[in-house]
């Protein structure tokens, strides 16, 4: 029996689901809205919403935190647009909407964007 499972494994080591989840948040904060299975949009959801969290507090440690996580281009957005957008806003910046199963494989396929 696995108890204590805390983290959704992806099928990857920890270190591929660590590049995987931040190339998703990149593509996400980049594009304001990806499609992809249901499962990484779930595991993505409440890492994004930290990254939001955190730009929303706009100092110097804040953005060095985020630039080691996301890089430089997503964290100028995250820091000017978005951190603007929601800052009277206390979570909840993303939905996740279920879409219809993917063709060749059969994967429920899901549309994860900011509100």
């Not at 955190?54 to 440690?61: E, F, N």
């Amino acid at each position: 029996m696995n108890h204590s499972q805390k983290t959704i494994q992806l099928g990857r080591k920890s270190g591929q689901r660590r590049a995987l989840l931040a190339t998703m948040a990149v593509s996400l904060v980049r594009d304001e809205k990806i499609q992809t299975t249901e499962a990484k949009a779930k595991v993505l959801r409440p890492l994004v919403e930290r990254l939001v969290t955190l730009a929303k507090k706009g100092d110097v440690s804040t953005r060095r935190v985020l630039i080691s996580r996301v890089g430089v281009t997503a964290t100028k957005k995250l820091m000017s647009t978005l951190a603007k957008k929601y800052e009277t806003r206390n979570g909840g910046y993303l939905r996740i909407t279920k879409l219809n199963d993917r063709k060749n494989d059969g994967a429920k396929l899901a549309q994860i964007e900011f509100v």
